[in-house]
């Protein structure tokens, strides 16, 4: 069983749908990131998380320590979203562990 | 990210040929990372780097050597390539060994045919 767990694996939407990539993970974790990857392949990092909640534009992360559970959210979707997006936490021996990632399409 | 370049961005080679992957930067950040990704799997650390001639191995590391001679150069190489080595290799630079403040290349497609 992988240690991080991104689900769904593949996601399809229309514009404007309100979206949600979900992450657990069964490990202490010290902090946990989202990163976007891009069709050209390029990767960003969005976010880190050790509590609570962040917020950027449409974006929106969560993260429940004692679930082991982050959310990633996408208000007001656009075509320009379409990524696939990643969940990495790291433990607590600053080991990362990654996700496969969410593959997301916003349909116009 | 004008911070860090990887070269080449593609390259298609035989097996049993040697490869070496460049990752450049410029913001003399002190942790450098190699990975690579394959569909279906999370990005996985083949060997990073924590300073001037000091490097580690990650969880793929066999098949692979790195050097860092310069705090601006990390360099990825495959002695005698194979076909499993077909894949994306993504160079990343951090300011910390946490993933605060990663920065990542913009990737090498490399084919072993």
């Known amino acids: 069983k992988n240690e991080v767990e991104q689900s769904p694996q593949n996601l399809t939407a229309q514009e404007g749908e309100f979206i949600t990539i979900n992450c657990s993970y069964s490990?202490?974790?010290?902090?946990l990131h989202w990163l976007q990857q891009h069709p050209g392949g390029g990767i960003v990092s969005l976010f880190m998380?050790?509590?609570?909640?962040k917020k950027h534009g449409r974006l929106i992360a969560t993260i429940n320590i004692q679930e082991k559970h982050s959310s990633l959210h996408i208000t007001a979707s656009h075509p320009r979203d379409s990524a696939v997006y990643i969940c990495?936490?790291?433990?607590?021996?600053?080991?990362?562990?990654w996700g496969a990632g969410t593959k997301l399409i916003i349909k116009p | 990210d004008a911070g860090i370049t990887q070269s080449p961005r593609h390259k298609v080679t035989e097996t049993g040929t040697p490869v070496t992957l460049r990752c450049h930067q410029t913001?003399?950040?002190?942790?450098m990372y190699w990975y690579r990704q394959d569909p279906g799997h999370g990005l996985r650390l083949i060997h990073y780097?924590?300073?001037?001639?000091?490097?580690d191995k990650g969880e793929v590391s066999d098949g692979y050597s790195v050097s860092r001679s310069k705090t601006e150069d990390f360099l990825l190489t495959l002695e005698s390539a194979t076909s499993s080595q077909t894949s994306v290799y993504f160079c990343?630079?951090?300011?910390?060994?946490?993933?605060?403040?990663?920065?990542f290349g913009s990737g090498t497609r490399l084919t072993v045919v």
């Open positions: 998380l050790s509590s609570g909640k």
């Open positions: 490990v202490g974790i010290s902090a």
């Open positions: 990343a630079i951090s300011t910390t060994e946490t993933l605060y403040g990663y920065t």
């Open positions: 913001e003399n950040h002190r942790y």
């Open positions: 780097s924590y300073g001037v001639k000091d490097t």
């Open positions: 990495a936490v790291m433990d607590s021996n600053y080991q990362l562990i």
